[in-house]
């Protein structure tokens, strides 16, 4: 780990809520906001949020699959998610959402309007900002423990229950 954890605190806990107790709690209920309120279908949520975690590397964020309803994405999903362009295992929605995902990580600036034209013609308006907003999250919070060290001794924080139906994730 990057930061100093004092003897036998859990580093998640520590650095999320005691040593920034103003940001950490804050930020620990946006990450289970995402979870427990989305209303995207698993698998483009999934094939978003797994996109993220191969970029970022995170340790966590790699090995964790979301949960609805007792349904998982299959193993396979990740190889799929990391070969998005050509795999037959997605749907538009899902291969846009991928795509959604890498771009705004690697290269926000290179969202043109024939990707926009792609993504509206199959997403709401407020499925994009539901898209956007759970990207932004994974990116920060995914990124944050990878670089402060803490996505190989990262757990679920303590925060609000999911929704009906939901299960809250890294």
């Known amino acids: 780990m990057r930061i100093d954890i004092p003897e036998g605190k859990d580093p998640i806990g520590y650095a999320w809520g005691e040593l920034v107790p103003g940001i950490g709690p804050a930020a620990a209920n946006f990450s289970l906001a995402v979870y427990a309120h989305t209303t995207l279908g698993l698998r483009e949520f999934e094939a978003a949020r797994l996109r993220v975690a191969q970029i970022n590397g995170c340790v966590f964020c790699l090995d964790w699959r979301t949960e609805r ?67 932004g999250s994974w990116l920060a919070f995914g990124r944050l423990n990878r670089v402060l060290g803490l996505d190989t001794a990262c757990r679920l924080p303590a925060g609000p229950a999911p929704a009906p139906g939901r299960t809250a994730g890294p």
């Not at 997605?90 to 771009?103: G, I």
């Not at 990580?105 to 199959?122: P, Y």
């Open 69 to 135: 309803d007792g349904e998982k994405v299959e193993e396979e999903f990740a190889d799929a998610v990391a070969n998005w362009r050509t795999t037959p295992a997605f749907d538009d929605r899902t291969r846009l959402a991928a795509e959604y995902a890498e771009r705004y990580v690697l290269d926000h600036h290179g969202i043109d309007d024939e990707f926009w034209a792609r993504m509206t013609a199959h997403y709401s308006q407020a499925e994009i900002a539901e898209l956007s907003m759970c990207v």
